[in-house]
């Protein structure tokens, strides 16, 4: 079993800041990949941003230069900082990760339950 937990959502004005963090716990192999998605009202859930193990990093258009995604020393954390958000930043943030359980097995998407971000004044 995998475990995903997200913490840090919450309410901020716009212009202002949040950090959002994750973490994977339980029978992880391996890591490959760990990244957000958010998913708004009546919208489809759409990339945020991703890191490998390499690292390598990727970003939505939308997000590049406010938001850094970023690895722990542990490499099964991941952290999201978000600067000068705005209201459209508004969703349900979820972080995932790319994860093998044993040499034999195929790496697999492993979801949090996802944590709320609203930005508004």
């Known amino acids: 079993q995998v475990q995903v937990v997200e913490s840090g959502g919450g309410f901020v004005q716009p212009g202002g800041s949040l950090r959002l963090s994750c973490a994977a716990s339980?029978?992880?192999?391996?890591?490959?990949?760990m990244g957000w998605y958010r998913q708004a009202p009546g919208k489809q859930r759409e990339l945020v941003a991703t890191?490998?193990?390499?690292?390598?990093?990727n970003y939505a258009d939308s997000v590049k230069g406010r938001f850094t995604i970023s690895r722990g020393n542990a490499k099964n954390t991941v952290s999201l900082q978000m600067n000068s958000l705005k209201p459209e930043d508004t969703a349900a943030y979820y972080c995932?990760?790319?994860?093998?359980?044993?040499?034999?097995?195929?790496?697999?998407?492993?979801w949090g339950q996802g944590t709320q971000v609203t930005v508004s004044s």
């Open positions: 995932y990760g790319l994860i093998k359980t044993g040499s034999g097995t195929r790496p697999t998407d492993y």
């Open positions: 339980g029978s992880i192999f391996s890591i490959y990949t």
């Open positions: 890191i490998t193990n390499i690292p390598s990093t």
